[in-house]
């Protein structure tokens, strides 16, 4: 089993998130998204980590998920506070700002 | 895996620079301590101790600086914390800037004067629309959270300019970005819209560091390390595969154009400019522009110079695709904050043209840190009038309204007239003295025809800029148009800061073109 299918499975991961972000209408589920393309980094984090044979890649996937569970924080409260406003978190309904 | 143990033994505490670090240090040790004050002080002493605890963190924070740039200092800078962090000319010139930047932004921030209880809510938990809302709409308090976040954006700002590696990079971008979506939503009026800015800058801008962090992953895996010399190193002479490095760069490169507002990256810029409070708006247009362009420096000078002929056409159509979109779509936009969030496309179009001049005695660095200050400022105080013209439900932005105001407040439209020549670029002002030394550099480094498309996107730009001139001064005002408010000393400081350094820099620019060409970047 050779790394590289782990690269490649993350690259996979990526993309679902990032397709994810650009068609999803819930604010949750494109954040949902967004997280899942930090976690594929994070795979490939650990994946050079062990081609390279250096802990560098290990310790960054750390601080990747401290910096993922500051941004769930900041991110829910965001979307929390217009869901309460509009009882909807659908990212189509936010339409007030454009032109 | 042995390997791996014996690593994880040698592991030794790194040398800290405390004196270099210094001004970092007070500005995120003061965020800290402004956190904890927000916790114990009862509510009606917060304002008035958290905006005198801001503004001496930040005359303090310049005092350090000033003291360590002033004494005996390696030339050529040095890395401290590991190599992590790079205290070289170009860290404090922008270090400086940050700092006097976000004095006249906490000015801006903290007025009380133009809006009774400042423009941020008084409790941001209160749903809009509600009689609680319009209650508080009414009352003095303002949530003084946003002295400690501001405090954190900037010790990230200045983190993120000084990192000398990609990982302390990201941090820095984090620590500089979650504070602002925060900000963004805390508008006092016009809750609905100020709540939208801040949810689609947030998804927009974690997207954008996802982005960044796969750059950084796959160059880590590309040069087994995330320093930013040692990428130079590998890409120097190597057989290892160029997809790794290029698709890196690439991914690494959409991450900080996005946080620097360069089309076509800028979709959540005139959304958030327009939403956002104006003082914060103002915080983001100076200081973060400051931030992300200080970063993009780093990046390009210290790890992929010796790359840049095949990275640098990619760069050379963004530049183009920025500008053109700024001048064209600023032309049709009928809010005035839109139309500077417009006018900021365009202006970090003509500052990626100065981050890709990289001529090797570094004159295009010098030249883009110097238009960043210069910008930096005239951006600021133009907020800072936008936040005078009011009607009775806040702020009047959209651009009739703006009808005849100089009939109604002669200094007000002069002073705005002046700051848009600036931004315009007409002699006389730090913008015309801005953009001739990035165009200079540029012509330096052989991007005549990008200098060409720039000088007529600035012609277009100047419209825009010249035709709210003509609607201020040409226009008879509307009987129930808005009206100019008198400002308090905080926004009449914070303005007057902005015009003198956008007048001052525009006759005599040497001392600060000089300070701002002292070094390049530590490699």
């Known amino acids: 089993m050779t790394p590289t299918y782990y690269l490649l499975l993350s690259a996979l991961l990526f993309s679902i998130g990032a397709v994810g972000v650009l068609v999803r209408r819930n604010a949750i589920v494109v954040f949902m998204c967004v997280e899942l393309m930090l976690n594929a980094v994070n795979l490939s984090l650990v994946t050079f980590a062990r081609i390279n044979g250096s802990l560098d890649g290990q310790v960054m996937a750390f601080f990747v998920m401290v910096v993922a569970a500051a941004e769930v924080v900041v991110g829910l409260a965001i979307i929390m506070s217009i869901f309460r406003t509009r009882r909807s978190a659908s990212v189509d309904d936010s339409n007030l700002l454009k032109y | 895996m042995n390997l791996l143990v014996a690593q994880a033994q040698q592991i ?18 003061a965020a800290c301590i402004s956190v904890l004050l927000e916790a114990l ?49 170009p860290s404090l010139f922008l270090w400086a800037t940050l700092l006097v930047l976000a004095f006249g932004s906490v000015l801006l921030i903290a007025d009380r004067s133009v809006e009774p209880g400042g423009v941020f809510v008084a409790q941001a938990a209160i749903r809009p629309g509600t009689i609680q809302d319009r209650a508080q709409a009414t009352k003095t308090g303002m949530q003084t959270e946003v002295f400690p976040l501001t405090l954190f ?25 979650l504070p602002l979506y925060l900000l963004c939503g805390l508008a006092r009026r016009r809750r609905l819209l100020s709540q939208e800015a801040a949810v689609k800058y947030f ?5 954008a560091s996802a982005f960044f962090l796969y750059g950084v992953a796959l160059l880590y895996g590309y040069a087994g390390s995330v320093k930013l010399s040692s990428i130079a190193a590998a890409a120097a002479g190597t057989d290892r595969s160029d997809t790794l490095l290029f698709a890196g760069f690439g991914l690494l490169v959409v991450g900080l154009l996005f946080k620097a507002a360069v089309g076509p990256f800028h979709a959540w810029t005139p959304d958030v400019y327009q939403g956002a409070p104006t003082p914060v708006t103002a915080f983001m247009a100076a200081c973060t522009k400051v931030a992300a362009f200080g970063g993009i420096l780093r990046v390009l000078t210290v790890a992929f110079q010796n790359t840049q002929w095949e990275w640098r056409g990619v760069l050379y159509g963004v530049a183009v695709v920025s500008m053109v979109i700024g001048a064209v779509l600023g032309l049709t936009q009928t809010d005035v904050k839109r139309m500077i969030a417009y006018s900021s496309v365009a202006h970090a179009g003509f500052l990626l043209i100065g981050s890709i001049a990289l001529v090797p005695n570094g004159e295009g660095v010098s030249a883009t ?63 015309f003295i801005g953009k001739f030394v ?5 012509i330096e480094a052989g991007l005549t025809p990008l200098v060409v498309i720039a000088l007529v996107a600035s012609a277009v730009a100047a419209f825009f800029y010249l035709r709210v001139i003509v609607l201020m001064y040409f226009s008879d005002p509307a009987p129930d148009g808005p009206t100019v408010s008198v400002p308090g000393a905080f926004t009449t400081i914070a303005i007057t800061l902005g015009a003198v350094v956008t007048l001052v820099l525009g006759l005599w620019p040497t001392f600060v073109l000089d300070w701002a060409g002292t070094g390049t970047f530590l490699s």
């Open chain 2, 369 to 431: 840190m110097f238009y960043l200050l210069a910008y930096g400022f005239t951006t600021i105080a133009a907020f800072g009038i936008v936040s005078l013209v009011r009607n009775s439900d806040g702020e009047a932005t959209h651009l009739s309204q703006w009808a005849g105001l100089a009939k109604r407040s002669p200094v007000v439209a002069g002073v705005f007239t002046f700051l848009l020549l600036a931004l315009a670029g007409i002699p006389l002002t730090s913008g």
């Open chain 2, 41 to 89: 002080l009862p509510k009606h002493q917060r304002w008035a101790v958290q905006l005198v605890l801001s503004l001496v963190t930040l005359v303090g924070a310049t005092g350090a600086l000033i003291l360590y740039a002033t004494s005996e200092r390696p030339a050529q800078g040095i890395a401290t914390l590991a190599g992590a962090i790079a205290v070289d000319s």
């Open chain 2, 438 to 442: 990035v165009f200079s550099a540029a």
């Open chain 2, 203 to 207: 998804l927009l801008g974690a997207f």
């Open chain 2, 153 to 177: 954006a900037l010790g990230g700002m200045m983190t993120f300019v000084a990192s000398n590696d990609l990982l302390t990079m990201f941090i820095a971008l984090e620590v500089l970005s």
């Open chain 2, 12 to 29: 030794e505490a790194p040398e800290i620079d405390y004196g270099a670090i210094a001004p970092v240090l007070i500005v995120l040790g």
